[in-house]
């Protein structure tokens, strides 16, 4: 089945600079990759998805990128704020699994 | 538009007994998955239906189950539980299934005894 490593995990930022976090999949049939944020005691939330036949997408300050050839997909989160602190989670699926394979998550602490 | 729930947020059980956990997920959504959530193995796969249908299932004992009724709801139940299935349990429901947005419940705590 499709195995998802998660790198850093924690990663401590200062406000106003960049975060990135790294991801790569097994699974070369997987072709959708989205990506979640969880506050604490909240529930996970989609905040960005990419597709196998696209190889960036940004929205405001993030982005994700994606190397189908080596298997790997990035987030990149620019002018980061408090608010931006949180545990963010990739994740990877072949569209006929019906199931979405999860890191293990990046803590992301933006310090003021 | 009201968001998935599950019911109930809390739950406290001993070892042995079982638990039947229930999630709604948005008006015209058909797929239901359910995620197990630990601190060391983070979210885990447990099932997904769609239209009364299981499409797929994670790699957890026949102790796991669910099922999922006409009008989208589902069940998922644990039976003879063990100390190892606490967790916090999430459902997410989708129009069709992965590819499309999985919008996530506020989960069920589960504490084993």
Request: proline share 4%; glycine share 8%.
């Amino acid at each position: 089945g499709e195995n998802v490593e998660q790198h850093p995990s924690t990663l401590s930022v200062q406000e106003g600079d960049s975060a990135v976090i790294k991801c790569t999949y097994s699974d070369s049939a997987s072709n959708y990759f989205p990506w979640y944020k969880q506050e604490l005691g909240k529930r996970p939330q989609l905040i960005i998805d990419i597709r196998s036949n696209v190889g960036e997408k940004k929205d405001q300050r993030i982005a994700v990128t994606l190397n189908k050839t080596a298997k790997h997909f990035s987030l990149h989160i620019t002018e980061t704020q408090p608010e931006d602190s949180a545990v963010y989670f990739c994740a990877a699926s072949n569209f006929n699994d019906y199931k979405l394979s999860f890191g293990a998550g990046t803590t992301v602490t933006v310090r003021a | 538009k009201a968001g998935v729930t599950q019911t109930p947020r809390y739950l406290i059980k001993t070892r042995g007994q079982q638990v039947t956990l229930s999630c709604s997920p948005i008006s015209g959504h058909r797929s239901v998955s359910w995620y197990q959530q630990t601190p060391g193995q983070g979210l885990q796969f447990l099932f997904e239906y769609f239209s009364e249908t299981q499409r797929n299932k994670g790699n957890f004992p026949g102790r796991f189950s669910g099922r999922q009724f006409s009008n989208s709801r589902s069940e998922m139940n644990v039976s003879t539980l063990e100390l190892g299935d606490s967790a916090l349990y999430l459902c997410a429901s989708s129009w069709a299934g992965v590819g499309d947005t999985q919008y996530f419940g506020p989960g069920t705590r589960l504490t084993v005894l």
